[in-house]
């Protein structure tokens, strides 16, 4: 309500200024410029004031200071409010308006034409339906009327006239909506009944700004006379023409600005506020920053609970509760940040609404061993970890979840109870390596190795892989079509393991194939046979048939991902996977 009467009063006070001082009495002006008053924060004279540390009174002008400002320049004025409040006001510039005559020589027939032409380069003809009749225009050929039901022409076409001449630059207006247009003659229509004379058409051509320049449309047909037409068609490229701009479209508003002038103790009393509010901004700004520190902290801890945390009920209990408690920190600290923010930016924001980016965290890391890094260095560094947890490595949390999964399994067989004090993980490496735990054991209670290790979900080379005694172990080195065609099953059998979507990497599964040929190739040399396995399969042999099943792997990854880019224009969300490389060994990979 204050605002609105300084305003008000603002306005009638400059408009009394402008008739005033101002003789000249500008109708163009009045009708075509319209005026924005706009009141600063910022008093006349701190325009440029900045605060940077230094002792205010060195920084500015004894004369502001007092409260004592010259104003010379002749386009501003002194004002004072109703409630006494002075106000130096800037009256704006009002910008040139060119004129039809200003422009008019520059302009050609053929240039206005050929403008013309480019709102007609997609469609050369256009239509407009009154009614009964449609009529038709099409550029630089003819006019035509004629009635349709649904998209056929019924009855005959009558000619409005074909096209003559382009009428010389008048740069007319049209008299109900003043825009200047470009006219164009058809004639030598059909002959009309009334006046026995052959139809002719003018075709005014005008501007719509709102058009693109490839787009025009009929506006309007009349017949001011029998059998005489006049179509009034508007086009976007026109509009590039200055000259065929409506002159009495308004021009932006102008701004008014006004800024308060202040009295000696006004000074004072500004640079003392404006003093505060930067060290109010200050400390918003640190104690924001602060909390914007510790949010992260928790994100970070909260990521690695969720990622490392024991599987056994008691440690799902445990990180179910630590993450509850955290999360509550978490949006306790955004809320926080978003009031300091809030404040200080003078702005609204829903205090009830927090997001929540935890998902985010798992782009931060590009390897386990980054993540394991990266854990370790902020359990050390950030002051708002929980030294009580311990990044365990995600390897050891695997381990122990797993060791929990198949101990729990086996206890269950014998109606037995996991006792975690008893029978912890750390308890159980200690006592393989104190050799309490035998191999037997171990076979007893997790089965096979490989199963235990969730080397299963690996396709073998060779089906039966362990039996010394199967003939396809020594067909893949002594016989050439046998091995291509264990290795076509190999790349059958990977591509299939991809389709599943099983987690997995290229190290890993490569691994288990170059074990496996080591393993077969001990089978074969401890085996009894007349062929000299012992020397005729070296290291070196082995390792050109890894690189064979390796090329197999590629080729299976390569047709994977041509499969998946065939479905990623239905928007299915499809895993890539990385080709297999060794620096060591010389790869052949398919690019």
């Known amino acids: 309500m204050w605002y609105d009467k300084v305003v008000f009063q603002l306005f009638h006070s400059l408009f009394i200024f402008g008739t005033c001082c101002y003789a000249i009495y500008n109708t163009n002006e009045l009708q075509n410029v319209a005026y924005d008053l706009e009141i600063a924060e910022i008093p006349f004279g701190f325009e440029n004031f900045k605060l940077d540390g230094e002792i205010l009174e060195e920084k500015i002008p004894k004369n502001t200071l007092m409260g004592i400002f010259d104003v010379n320049d002749e386009s501003s004025t002194v004002i004072v409010s109703?409630?006494?409040?002075?106000?130096?006001?800037?009256?704006?510039?009002?910008?040139?308006?060119?004129?039809?005559?200003?422009?008019?020589?520059?302009?050609?027939?053929?240039?206005?034409?050929?403008?013309?032409?480019?709102?007609?380069?997609?469609?050369?003809?256009?239509?407009?339906?009154?009614?009964?009749?449609?009529?038709?225009?099409?550029?630089?050929?003819?006019?035509?009327?004629?009635?349709?039901?649904?998209?056929?022409?019924?009855?005959?076409?009558?000619?409005?006239?074909?096209?003559?001449?382009?009428?010389?630059?008048?740069?007319?207006?049209?008299?109900?909506?003043?825009?200047?247009?470009?006219?164009?003659?058809?004639?030598?229509?059909?002959?009309?009944?009334?006046?026995?004379?052959?139809?002719?058409?003018?075709?005014?051509?005008?501007?719509?700004?709102?058009?693109?320049?490839?787009?025009?449309?009929?506006?309007?047909?009349?017949?001011?006379?029998?059998?005489?037409?006049?179509?009034?068609?508007?086009?976007?490229?026109?509009?590039?023409?200055?000259?065929?701009?409506?002159?009495?479209?308004?021009?932006?508003?102008?701004?008014?600005?006004?800024?308060?002038?202040l009295e000696q103790n006004a000074v004072r009393q500004y640079l003392e506020k404006v003093t505060e509010e930067k060290r109010q901004k200050e400390k918003a700004k640190n104690e924001s920053k602060l909390l914007a520190a510790r949010a992260d902290s928790i994100q970070r801890q909260r990521y690695a609970n969720k990622r490392l945390g024991k599987r056994t009920p008691n440690g799902i209990k445990e990180m179910e509760s630590t993450e509850k408690e955290l999360k509550m920190i978490y949006e306790d600290i955004m809320r926080s940040i978003t009031k300091l923010n809030v404040d200080l930016m003078k702005v609204k924001a829903d205090l009830h609404f927090i997001y929540d980016d935890l998902h985010e965290m798992e782009t931060r890391y590009i390897t386990e061993a980054d993540e394991d890094r990266g854990n370790i260095y902020w359990y050390f560094k950030d002051p708002h970890w929980n030294r009580k947890f311990?990044?365990?490595?995600?390897?050891?949390?695997?381990?122990?979840?797993?060791?929990?999964?198949?101990?729990?399994?086996?206890?269950?067989?014998?109606?037995?109870?996991?006792?975690?004090?008893?029978?912890?993980?750390?308890?159980?490496l200690r006592d393989i390596d104190e050799e309490l735990v035998t191999e037997a054991y171990l076979g007893m209670m997790m089965g096979s190795l490989r199963k235990a290790f969730h080397e299963g979900i690996f396709p073998d080379i060779v089906n039966d892989v362990d039996d010394a005694e199967n003939p396809l172990l020594a067909s893949l080195w002594t016989n050439p079509e046998k091995q291509l065609e264990l290795l076509q099953l190999f790349e059958y059998k990977v591509l299939k393991l991809l389709n599943r979507r099983i987690k997995f990497t290229a190290d890993d599964l490569m691994s288990h194939v170059a074990q496996q040929?080591?393993?077969?190739?001990?089978?074969?040399?401890?085996?009894?046979?007349?062929?000299?396995?012992?020397?005729?399969?070296?290291?070196?042999?082995?390792?050109?048939?890894?690189?064979?099943?390796?090329?197999?792997?590629?080729?299976?990854?390569?047709?994977?991902?041509?499969?998946?880019?065939?479905?990623?224009?239905?928007?299915?969300?499809?895993?890539?996977?990385?080709?297999?490389?060794?620096?060591n060994m010389f790869i052949a990979r398919i690019e």
């Open 82 to 261: 109703e409630f006494g409040q002075k106000f130096i006001c800037s009256l704006p510039k009002i910008p040139s308006i060119k004129t039809n005559s200003e422009s008019k020589p520059n302009l050609t027939v053929n240039l206005i034409s050929d403008v013309i032409s480019a709102s007609f380069y997609v469609q050369n003809c256009i239509r407009k339906n009154t009614g009964w009749w449609t009529y038709e225009l099409c550029y630089n050929k003819y006019v035509q009327q004629f009635r349709l039901e649904g998209s056929k022409i019924v009855g005959n076409v009558i000619s409005l006239g074909y096209y003559k001449n382009n009428s010389d630059i008048n740069l007319s207006k049209s008299k109900s909506e003043e825009l200047p247009y470009f006219e164009q003659i058809y004639d030598d229509g059909t002959v009309c009944e009334v006046t026995d004379k052959s139809r002719l058409t003018r075709v005014w051509y005008m501007c719509d700004d709102m058009l693109s320049t490839s787009e025009a449309y009929i506006y309007d047909v009349d017949e001011p006379s029998s059998c005489e037409y006049i179509i009034k068609v508007k086009t976007g490229s026109l509009c590039k023409l200055d000259v065929f701009l409506s002159q009495s479209k308004p021009l932006e508003p102008l701004s008014i600005l006004c800024r308060p002038l």
């Open 390 to 428: 311990f990044p365990v490595t995600l390897a050891y949390s695997r381990g122990r979840n797993n060791y929990y999964e198949m101990v729990s399994s086996f206890l269950k067989k014998i109606d037995e109870e996991y006792d975690e004090k008893k029978m912890s993980f750390s308890k159980f």
């Open 517 to 583: 040929l080591l393993s077969i190739r001990t089978l074969l040399i401890n085996r009894e046979s007349d062929y000299n396995f012992d020397q005729k399969i070296s290291y070196v042999l082995v390792e050109k048939m890894f690189l064979k099943f390796m090329q197999s792997y590629n080729r299976a990854v390569l047709r994977h991902d041509k499969k998946s880019w065939g479905h990623f224009t239905k928007h299915i969300p499809v895993e890539t996977f990385r080709l297999f490389e060794n620096p």
